[in-house]
């Protein structure tokens, strides 16, 4: 029988899983807390020993907002020009990515808005973040897997990359891999 958040995992997160990605974001409908809690309890042990985290940010009827990191890579992408004094401006007091987080998940949980700096969290270009924030999510130049306002090239090779990882590991996943013998360390 096939796991559905095991599903998940590989059709929203292969790029992560890869190491292509800082992070990626499902959500996952699910049929009762104990098993939503017994899956992400197995899988942040599992993915952790390859250095991925998996929280929660919001849960709200039966869907849960799952948030999948590297969270080195999201710590680098904090700490990069540009970036730091930008969200501080969103009201993150910290580049500390378990902070920073934290931070994410309480707005998500009192906002009645979507906090787009969570492009951010996802490893997404701060022009495109802001480009996305200033332009209402209109007028961008392509939409992939984010809304690309600038470096088109560049974000078409990037979303040809995830697209093809999730191609291949959806395929080998069909097969008999594992998730953690398809998860880079």
């Known amino acids: 029988m096939e796991n559905k958040f095991e599903r998940h995992l590989i059709d929203n997160c292969s790029p992560t899983l890869a190491s292509l990605k800082t992070a990626n974001l ?8 104990v098993s939503l809690n017994k899956n992400l309890i197995i899988w942040s042990r599992e993915l952790r020993k390859k250095g991925i985290s998996l929280y929660m940010l919001r849960k709200k009827d039966n869907t849960a907002l799952i948030y999948v990191c590297r969270l080195k890579r999201l710590e680098r992408d904090l700490d990069s020009r540009g970036v730091s004094d930008f969200m501080y401006s969103c009201g993150y007091k910290s580049n500390d990515p ?14 009645n808005d979507f906090p787009h700096e969570i492009g951010l969290f996802l490893g997404y270009p701060l022009g495109d973040v802001r480009g996305f924030i200033e332009n209402k999510g209109k ?3 392509i939409c992939g897997f984010w809304k ?5 090239c560049e ?6 990359r995830f697209t093809k990882c999730r191609n291949i590991y959806m395929k080998l996943w069909q097969e008999g891999r594992s998730i953690m013998q398809l998860t880079v360390a």
């Open 26 to 33: 499902f959500n996952y409908r699910y049929q009762s807390e």
């Open 98 to 111: 378990i902070r920073a987080i934290a931070t994410l998940r309480e707005k998500l949980r009192v906002c």
């Open 155 to 160: 974000a078409r090779k990037q979303f040809s």
């Open 148 to 152: 690309v306002y600038c470096n088109e």
């Open 139 to 141: 007028n961008c130049l």
